[in-house]
């Protein structure tokens, strides 16, 4: 199976690579504190029905957890687990703080929780649409008060529903999306403002995650609600919801300043404390929190809207943030509104991820089983830990049934030439030196032996697919998985353009000539510059 660590690598917000060290010669040891597991469920015996079991759900992480934090070397990890609305586990596992022998604490420990952050700016936006004070299928420019986007496709403008699929077209751009020290900051708005980043895509056109589509909607929260981002998400979202210990901002009050968890990077065989993202355009990446406010967030979305009494969106509003509101094809999953789908196990997942330089964080909701989790881990290797722990929390809860079978494989007559090639995520930036600082992922297609699948490469490594159905593609291997089916999107002249991937709806892989190839560019950069690589 491809590793699921490339694709959520993909969604990271804004991570800036290269950020100085601050090398401690640090132990790695492992504790597990508990902080609850109770629950006013009986036990069910059936776990794939109804998976509320809190000693079950207790001893899956406490079996799953540590071992990810061994294998990944990584410090410590949080975890809130909720069902029907309630609570029913939540733990600290490892360090926030290796130096002072801080253990991590569910309810008290704050993690960064990266793009995470992007599910409150878009129920931000969803209350002000409950109200009828945004409208989905307007142009953004009739919002915002003191600037307002090109006209780069004369009547296709940028809609919030654009912005909230991540269809608005932008390419990407990290210029000034993050800081190296908190003095340094300055307003979101004066970054929406003075960069704008290209129209690459007409509005609608696929999907190609953007921080600054996220970012751009908290302004425009701003000018229709007449107050700072900041305080209209504390009076209509934090306060509502009791979320004490959930910051936008990186300046913390007093009582939470020694709450945060410190990120760390593992070097030279140990685990080193090094100074984490900091973003400028928090409304897509800044928030801090525990594993229990995520929990009552989570909880609050899961019941649609409502969560201890407090309501902070409408039923109606709810649903329609979680349904799909774009695919890439149809013959793939989609994304909603801030959320994205994925399907494991025939379950329907809605979720997000995210990622700082050190934190590596995953909210997830089960709708259909009325269940969910927050994970967020204080190290890189927490992209594969969380990986594994979705991969292994659904074939624990909710396994494929004796009479659940992989899809077989059609007949397939011909060649698989229409289908091989270069393609290249469309998430990246296509008109500055950023492309060449920070080229985009790529694979490349190829027919396997005696044209009896394709065999796709990515970064070195190669997995097997196997045709299911015209143009779509399935893992060989069968089992579990993040990326799901493969399918090659024609135009309407019946040329392949996009490889999209059934589990990654934020972005899509485009096809692209052979001298697009990333290998190509940099021994063209090289020679042009004298040098070798």
Same mark, same amino acid.
């Given at each position: /199976?491809?590793?699921?660590?490339?694709?959520?690598?993909?969604?990271?917000?804004?991570?800036? %690579?290269?950020?100085?060290?601050?090398?401690?010669?640090?132990?790695?040891?492992?504790?597990?504190?508990?902080?609850?597991?109770?629950? *006013?469920?009986?036990?069910?015996?059936?776990?794939?029905?109804?998976?509320?079991?809190?000693? *079950?759900?207790?001893?899956?992480? *406490?079996?799953?957890?540590?071992?990810?934090?061994?294998?990944?070397?990584?410090?410590?990890?949080?975890?809130?687990?909720?069902?029907?609305?309630?609570?029913?586990?939540?733990?600290?596992?490892?360090?926030?703080?290796?130096?002072?022998?801080?253990?991590?604490?569910?309810?008290?420990?704050?993690?960064?929780?990266?793009?995470?952050? #992007?599910?409150?700016?878009?129920?931000?936006?969803?209350?002000?649409?409950?109200?009828? #004070?945004?409208?989905?299928?307007?142009?953004?420019?009739?919002?915002?008060?003191?600037?307002?986007? %090109?006209?780069?496709?004369?009547?296709? %403008?940028?809609?919030?529903?654009?912005? /909230?699929?991540?269809?608005?077209?932008?390419?990407?751009?990290?210029?000034?999306?993050?800081?190296?020290?908190?003095?340094?900051?300055?307003?979101?708005?004066?970054?929406?403002? *003075?960069?704008?980043?290209?129209?690459?895509?007409?509005?609608?056109?696929?999907?190609?995650?953007?921080?600054?589509?996220?970012?751009?909607?908290?302004?425009?929260?701003?000018?229709?609600?007449? /107050?700072?981002?900041?305080?209209?998400?504390?009076?209509?979202?934090?306060?509502?919801?009791?979320?004490?210990?959930?910051?936008?901002?990186?300046?913390?009050?007093?009582?939470?300043?020694?709450?945060?968890?410190?990120?760390?990077?593992?070097?030279?065989?140990?685990?080193?404390?090094?100074?984490?993202?900091?973003?400028?355009?928090?409304?897509?990446?800044?928030?801090?929190?525990?594993?229990?406010?995520?929990?009552?967030?989570?909880?609050?979305?899961?019941?649609?809207?409502?969560?201890?009494?407090?309501?902070?969106?409408?039923?109606?509003?709810?649903?329609?943030?979680?349904?799909?509101?774009?695919?890439?094809?149809?013959?793939?999953? =989609?994304?909603?509104?801030?959320?994205?789908?994925?399907?494991?196990?025939?379950?329907?997942?809605?979720?997000?991820?995210?990622?700082?330089?050190?934190?590596?964080?995953?909210?997830?909701?089960?709708?259909?089983?009325?269940?969910?989790?927050?994970?967020?881990?204080?190290?890189? =290797?927490?992209?594969?830990?969380?990986?594994?722990?979705?991969?292994?929390?659904?074939?624990?809860?909710?396994?494929?049934?004796?009479?659940?079978?992989?899809?077989?494989?059609?007949?397939?007559?011909?060649?698989?030439?229409?289908?091989?090639?270069?393609?290249?995520?469309?998430?990246?930036?296509?008109?500055?030196?950023?492309?060449?600082?920070?080229?985009?992922?790529?694979?490349?297609?190829?027919?396997?032996?005696?044209?009896?699948?394709?065999?796709?490469?990515?970064?070195?490594?190669?997995?097997?697919?196997?045709?299911?159905? %015209?143009?779509?593609?399935?893992?060989?291997?069968?089992?579990?998985?993040?990326?799901?089916? /493969?399918?090659?999107?024609?135009?309407?002249?019946?040329?392949?353009?996009?490889?999209?991937?059934?589990?990654?709806?934020?972005?899509?892989?485009?096809?692209?000539?052979?001298?697009?190839?990333?290998?190509?560019?940099?021994?063209?950069?090289?020679?042009?510059?004298?040098?070798?690589?």
């Amino acid at each position: /199976m491809i590793s699921l660590l490339r694709f959520l690598c993909t969604l990271k917000g804004g991570r800036i %690579p290269g950020i100085s060290l601050a090398v401690l010669l640090l132990c790695f040891c492992l504790v597990c504190v508990p902080v609850l597991a109770d629950s *006013d469920l009986g036990p069910i015996p059936d776990a794939r029905s109804n998976p509320a079991v809190s000693a *079950d759900v207790e001893a899956f992480f *406490d079996a799953s957890i540590p071992a990810e934090l061994a294998k990944y070397n990584i410090p410590g990890a949080t975890v809130a687990a909720v069902y029907d609305g309630k609570l029913i586990f939540s733990k600290g596992y490892g360090y926030a703080d290796i130096a002072n022998r801080t253990p991590v604490d569910a309810g008290s420990t704050l993690f960064h929780i990266g793009s995470v952050t #992007k599910l409150f700016t878009w129920t931000c936006v969803m209350q002000l649409v409950d109200e009828g #004070k945004i409208d989905l299928d307007a142009d953004i420019n009739t919002y915002l008060a003191d600037f307002s986007l %090109p006209d780069t496709y004369p009547g296709q %403008p940028v809609t919030m529903r654009n912005l /909230m699929t991540h269809t608005a077209g932008f390419e990407d751009a990290i210029r000034r999306a993050t800081v190296e020290d908190v003095d340094d900051l300055f307003s979101f708005r004066i970054y929406c403002r *003075d960069y704008i980043p290209a129209r690459v895509y007409p509005p609608g056109t696929v999907t190609s995650y953007s921080n600054y589509g996220t970012t751009l909607a908290a302004v425009i929260v701003e000018d229709v609600s007449g /107050m700072p981002f900041e305080q209209y998400l504390q009076e209509h979202i934090l306060t509502p919801l009791d979320l004490k210990n959930t910051h936008l901002s990186y300046l913390l009050p007093p009582e939470s300043a020694g709450s945060l968890s410190s990120g760390y990077n593992y070097i030279g065989g140990t685990n080193a404390a090094i100074t984490d993202t900091i973003f400028v355009i928090g409304p897509a990446g800044s928030i801090s929190s525990t594993a229990e406010d995520m929990a009552v967030f989570l909880a609050a979305h899961m019941q649609n809207g409502k969560v201890n009494g407090a309501e902070i969106l409408s039923e109606p509003a709810a649903a329609l943030m979680h349904a799909r509101a774009f695919t890439n094809d149809p013959r793939v999953s =989609g994304i909603c509104l801030g959320f994205y789908e994925n399907y494991l196990n025939g379950e329907r997942i809605i979720l997000h991820g995210g990622d700082t330089n050190t934190f590596h964080s995953l909210f997830v909701i089960i709708p259909d089983k009325k269940t969910g989790f927050f994970v967020s881990y204080n190290a890189p =290797g927490g992209t594969s830990a969380r990986n594994d722990l979705l991969l292994e929390y659904v074939g624990r809860f909710f396994p494929l049934t004796e009479t659940e079978t992989v899809t077989q494989e059609i007949e397939h007559s011909g060649s698989f030439e229409k289908y091989t090639g270069v393609y290249q995520s469309n998430r990246h930036n296509y008109r500055t030196f950023e492309f060449f600082l920070q080229p985009p992922q790529q694979m490349t297609v190829e027919a396997g032996e005696n044209n009896a699948c394709l065999v796709l490469n990515i970064d070195g490594d190669s997995t097997e697919y196997i045709e299911v159905s %015209p143009g779509v593609f399935q893992e060989k291997s069968g089992g579990p998985s993040v990326y799901g089916n /493969m399918v090659f999107r024609e135009n309407e002249n019946g040329d392949v353009t996009f490889l999209c991937s059934e589990n990654t709806p934020v972005l899509a892989y485009e096809r692209v000539p052979w001298y697009s190839v990333n290998t190509f560019t940099s021994g063209l950069l090289s020679a042009l510059n004298g040098s070798t690589t």
